[in-house]
């Protein structure tokens, strides 16, 4: 303390001790004085306590405002809502209940933090405001459990601890615990005394050499000393270098071969021999003991093999199965002696296409071949009346074949007469039936190619003065008029006299050179639909067509006016349609519209307005992890509204003055204040700048992983 000042402990109010200075005069640098006595008096900022009910408006005297209801209930502060910059308030809960009964301030208008209201919900707590101009910033804040005290705020993931000496005081460490688990920072002894640190319920209260810790899978080992086991030792324990060279006599394997324990039981270098061979890959090769290779047997061949004492096969071959005739069992009597002899022989058996030899004797029921071919004995002649099996009448009319012999040995004959042959026979009322004839009394008849039907009814009489085609589908029907009258021809062109009527609703006219147009009736039919008196074209209800010199009134009964499907039954307003682009409107009433971009004429500064994205280009910026930026802009007129999200998968850092960023949407061209909040705490960090060369300086922010940036500034893009 300087020597022209001097004092002592004063009070202790809301946690804070007090000093009382007096000052005898002379020049003061760098003291801060809360109690001042000038010529013997006091100014000391006060003290006031709440005991009555009901809430609380703090006034601009206020500096300690200290809760101790009578009766405890909860409480809210409401700050000033003028206050002066760097006005402050330190709000205490002095009965010690704020846990049950919690103390809101409120910021009356203003953020405090960037928060609406401020809560003190534990025992004792404090805490201490100041007004920067904009919002009030908590600069210090004591919370206090049964006499332990701490720091108001500490850094994201902290890892707090109690000092060494009273064990009332919470300290921040620069140990960190990460929202997934990890921790970082922290250091554990097992020097130190009661320390143990346990891997999987194991303590490890010893180690050996240096370097990582060893992980049972594939660890990799430096220099490590294993111990020595016996020569013969072929336990699982860990073998020396000794060990192993006395295990394998030379640590060179010649190409080839391979280690081999001997009499000795030390593994000797051999190379491999007898049946197999082995390459340096670690491909084994059988020898070759058989060169005919292949697939053995068939259908009329069996395989063979030769295999030696090691259970090789050292030959292989095909042999063809020829057993004897009288080898074979099963066979019925006499088979087995037709199978011997030769095919043509007595006593072989016939097979198609061989030959029959000379029978002895035979019945033949169906023999064919050629008159010279047949060999038959001595052959004579039979007579008619020697043959039998005749039918009634047959014989007579082999004997004598006349007409009436012929009939009288036919039993299904029609008719009588003359036996009739093909050339100009003469018929007597002969009843045809299904005749076949290319003419009768001179009319030609041209016959169908399977059957054809021509039926005139009785007593009818079929007409035709002129050549004449029918042509048409089966089964169907043609009526013609019931009185005398012309058939209308499809091609010829005719006058049509009278009205006609069209049962099925359609009538279908073809076009001149291809296609049909069908005039199609509904239904239920009824009007009368009258065409233009004028050379002119209907208009189609579905098709694409142009109107000339027509009037739509949807003002008439029944009418109705539709755009894409939508009735315009009701307009607003006056002068031309608006179609989709560019259209030119005259005092638009636009309600509640929505628009990327609004021209407002003029050179003003609201006469454009328009939004988008940003991705600034940072420069100093400490990042932990993989950071991403967001920004996004509205300009209105010569006014950018810009906003910027910072964030990262650990944490990010900034200095302000060092750490900068550039790649706004518009080149400003005024300085303007830039504003930061810690996103996850709504800390405020203050502000920084935003320069007219483009480069912004956040404020100070640490160990971060999600902030806002927000400002605006003037651009000359209007």
Known sequence: MPDNLYGGPGDRIAGQLYYDVQFTGGNLSNVTLTDVTINGVTTARSETIITAPGNYAALPADYVITINKITPEITTVTLPASPSTSQSYIIKDGAGNAASFPITIDGNGKTVDGQTTQILDIDYESAELIFNGTEWNVIGSVKEFNGVEGPGVSFDNAIVRFNGTSGQIVQNTPATISDAGVVA?????????????????????????????????????????????????NSTKAASTAYVDSAVSSKALTNTHIFVG????????????????????????????????????????????????????????????????????????????????????????????????????????????????????????????GITGLGTGVGTWLATPSSANLAAAITDETGSGALVFATSPA??????????????????????????????????????????????????????????????????????????????????????SSGTTTLNASATASGTLTLPAATDTLIGKATTDTLTNKTFDTAGTGNSFSINGVAATANTGTGSVVRAS?????????????????????????????????????????????????????????????????????????????????????????????????????????????????????????????????????????
């Not at 097992?190 to 899978?217: C, E, R």
């Not at 593994?267 to 090769?285: F, K, Q, R, Y």
């Open 185 to 233: 920072g922290l250091s554990i002894d097992t020097a130190g005394a009661l320390n143990i640190l346990k891997v999987n319920g194991t303590s490890l209260t010893a180690v050996s050499g240096t370097g990582n810790v060893v992980l049972a899978t594939a660890p990799s080992l430096s220099n490590a000393v294993v111990g020595t086991q016996p020569a013969g030792d």
């Open 262 to 385: 001997n009499a000795s039981n030390v593994a000797a270098d051999v190379a491999m021999s007898g049946d197999a061979t082995l390459a340096n890959t670690g491909a084994v090769t059988l020898a070759t003991v058989n060169a005919n290779v292949g697939s053995f047997g068939s259908a009329t061949q069996s395989g063979t093999f030769t295999v030696n004492a090691k259970g090789l096969a050292t030959a292989a071959s095909n042999v063809t199965i020829t057993p004897a005739v009288g080898s074979i069992t099963g066979l019925g009597t006499g088979v087995a002696t037709a199978l011997a002899a030769n095919i043509g022989t007595a006593g072989s058996p016939v097979v198609n296409g061989g030959a029959l030899g000379t029978p002895s004797s035979g019945i033949a029921t169906n023999l064919t071949g050629t008159a010279s071919g047949l060999t038959a004995g001595t052959a004579s002649a039979v007579a008619v009346g």
């Open 427 to 512: 018929l007597v009322t002969p009843a045809l039936g299904v005749a076949t004839a290319t003419s009768i009394n001179k009319v030609a008849i041209t016959a169908p190619a399977t059957s054809a039907t021509l039926t005139i009814a009785n007593g009818k009489t079929a007409t035709f003065n002129n050549s004449i085609t029918f042509a048409g589908t089966d089964a169907t029907i043609m009526t013609f008029p019931s009185s005398s009258d012309t058939v209308a021809g499809l091609a010829a062109v005719q006058t049509v006299t009278g009205a006609w009527t069209f049962n099925n609703g359609k009538l279908i006219l073809a076009g001149s």
């Open 582 to 718: 560019s259209p030119t409107l005259v005092t638009p009433v636009l309600g509640a519209a929505t628009a990327t971009s609004i021209n407002f004429g003029g050179t003003n500064p609201m006469s454009t307005y328009t939004s988008g994205t940003w991705t600034p280009i940072w420069t100093g910026l400490t990042v932990v992890g993989t950071p991403t930026y967001t920004g996004s802009y509205t300009k209105i007129g010569r006014l950018v509204f810009c906003s910027l999200n910072v964030q990262s998968t650990t944490t990010t850092a900034s200095t302000a003055l060092t750490t900068n960023f550039t790649g706004l949407p518009f080149a400003p061209i005024t300085t303007s204040v830039i504003s930061a909040v810690n996103n996850n705490t709504i800390a405020s960090y203050g502000n920084g700048l935003v320069a007219t060369s483009g480069t912004c300086y956040p404020p100070t922010w640490s160990a971060a992983a999600n902030v806002d940036i927000s400002f605006i500034y003037e651009t000359s893009a209007n």
